[in-house]
């Protein structure tokens, strides 16, 4: 069956007729070395790793085809203080010579070059015996450089310590983000200009955030989650992308309703209709985009309970400060139900649940246990946004994914924990071809659909 003749068809119908083209796809660059703008011939690829789960800010390659002249006597001499500018443009101008498109976006980043780390001048191994025009005129080099955003390359570098009294959870993420991020010696344009946090439930002020000093401020705010109290119940998330912070739990995709984001995937079989132009249509607060490329499903949930357990047990520490014993009879008795805390998450479907000893035997912090159990309640599912434009998703992004089951529309939510960027130079030749932008979106799903 045709899958426009299917539920969906009107959904898809929909996307394709609304237009909306994958935003600005041509890439070229320009790299800074010594104090001199270089033009590059060709991007050939740019890849973006976004992982919300380990990381606070995205990793970022290039991959460059430069005239091997200029790579030995411009570029290489100053490889421990290379800056890489990416221009974006409309895909209409991929033909138009290097150097002379009318670029849209801009943004610059520190470069470290990965696959070349030697010394020309020094070895002497025949590179240098031509001139840099000889060499231009003979022969492309392909270089690697890896990207850094300049606020958090300073950002890497604070530290943070000290003893916060009576104050808000997230007044002291938003004062450790962006007051160290804010101290950076930057221009205006590469500072953050903000934080979205996802409200925490519990937002009554603590008496105090013990937090040693000179903790890397990138490991502080997962160190009050982790030692002082907790945040969210489903995980910790914060992450610097298109200058801002993003602060959200990490697995809670339950949230989609009320998001004031929202990502709807409708998944077409692979292979269905492969490279379609317009994939995506913005609507309000809505996103709605068509998975093209081949969908990946793993739900580990019941082989993760067996080993670390679908439940956990451990003593309230705050129980101790309210009459942890009962005083009769000259005998002092410890009351376990009363101070253990003893949940579980989801049930496996044999009926034999595997309560664990929490790691931490005495503790009064839930919400850490309770994220721990999060982590291992969801499936995870890949999907491919082929013609994507990635500049509309943001991290933790409330996800609703539509797909046919038995002939019927089927719906199961989840969050984005991830993704992977790829802008590709394809085609024959340098000169006939164009950028082509995929997009792998890693997802954290609910196990049933709604």
């Known amino acids: 069956?045709?899958?426009?003749?299917?539920?969906?068809?009107?959904?898809?119908?929909?996307?394709?007729?609304?237009?909306?083209?994958?935003?600005?796809?041509?890439?070229?660059?320009?790299?800074?070395?010594?104090?001199?703008?270089?033009?590059?011939?060709?991007?050939?690829?740019?890849?973006?790793?976004?992982?919300?789960?380990?990381?606070?800010?995205?990793?970022?390659?290039?991959?460059?085809?430069?005239?091997?002249?200029?790579?030995?006597?411009?570029?290489?001499?100053?490889?421990?203080?290379?800056?890489?500018?990416?221009?974006?443009?409309?895909?209409?101008?991929?033909?138009?010579?290097?150097?002379?498109?009318?670029?849209?976006?801009?943004?610059?980043?520190?470069?470290?070059?990965?696959?070349?780390?030697s010394d020309a001048t020094l070895e002497n191994n025949g590179q240098r015996t031509y001139d840099e025009m000889t060499l231009n005129m003979s022969d492309f080099r392909t270089i690697k450089l890896q990207l850094f955003s300049k606020a958090m390359e300073e950002f890497n570098m604070r530290s943070f310590g000290g003893c916060p009294r009576r104050t808000k959870i997230t007044d002291l993420v938003k004062i450790i983000l962006m007051g160290e991020s804010n101290r950076a010696t930057l221009e205006n344009a590469y500072m953050p200009k903000g934080i979205d946090m996802v409200p925490p439930l519990d937002v009554v002020p603590r008496e105090h955030y013990p937090?040693?000093?000179?903790?890397?401020?990138?490991?502080?705010?997962?160190?009050?989650?982790?030692?002082?109290?907790?945040?969210?119940?489903?995980?910790l998330s914060y992450f610097f992308q298109r200058d801002y912070w993003h602060v959200f739990p990490t697995y809670d995709n339950t949230r989609f309703e009320q998001a004031s984001r929202q990502l709807v995937i409708v998944q077409i079989p692979g292979a269905k209709m492969p490279s379609l132009e317009y994939t995506y249509l913005q609507k309000g607060k809505c996103l709605t985009i068509l998975a093209t490329g081949d969908t990946i499903f793993d739900d580990p949930t019941d082989s993760r309970a067996m080993v670390e357990g679908n439940g956990v047990r451990f003593t309230d520490a705050a129980g101790f400060f309210d009459?942890?014993?009962?005083?009769?009879?000259?005998?002092?008795?410890?009351?376990?139900?009363s101070k253990n805390s003893e949940y579980v998450g989801t049930r496996r479907a044999t009926g034999l649940n595997n309560v664990v000893q929490s790691d931490r035997r005495i503790t009064a912090n839930k919400l850490y246990e309770a994220s721990k159990l999060a982590a291992r309640n969801g499936a995870h599912i890949q999907v491919m946004w082929e013609n994507a434009n990635p500049a509309l998703l943001y991290p933790g992004m409330q996800v609703k994914i539509m797909y046919m089951r038995n002939g019927t529309v089927a719906t199961r939510y989840a969050c984005l924990i991830g993704m992977h960027t790829s802008t590709a130079w394809t085609g024959k030749g340098l000169l006939a071809g164009k950028h082509v932008r995929t997009v792998a979106l890693n997802l954290f799903a609910q196990l049933k659909d709604a």
Do not use: W
């Open 211 to 235: 937090i040693p000093h000179g903790m890397p401020s990138t490991d502080a705010v997962g160190f009050l989650h982790k030692e002082c109290g907790g945040i969210y119940s489903a995980g």
């Open 323 to 337: 009459e942890p014993v009962v005083a009769e009879g000259n005998r002092a008795t410890f009351a376990r139900a």
């Open 1 to 117: 069956m045709d899958i426009l003749d299917t539920p969906l068809g009107d959904e898809i119908t929909r996307v394709i007729n609304a237009a909306q083209p994958p935003g600005l796809t041509y890439t070229d660059a320009v790299i800074l070395a010594g104090g001199e703008e270089l033009e590059v011939y060709k991007v050939l690829n740019l890849d973006e790793v976004c992982d919300y789960r380990n990381q606070y800010a995205p990793e970022l390659s290039i991959v460059l085809l430069v005239p091997a002249g200029t790579f030995a006597y411009r570029i290489q001499p100053h490889r421990n203080n290379l800056e890489v500018t990416i221009r974006a443009a409309p895909s209409t101008q991929s033909a138009v010579a290097p150097g002379q498109a009318e670029h849209k976006e801009f943004e610059t980043f520190r470069a470290i070059l990965q696959d070349d780390t």
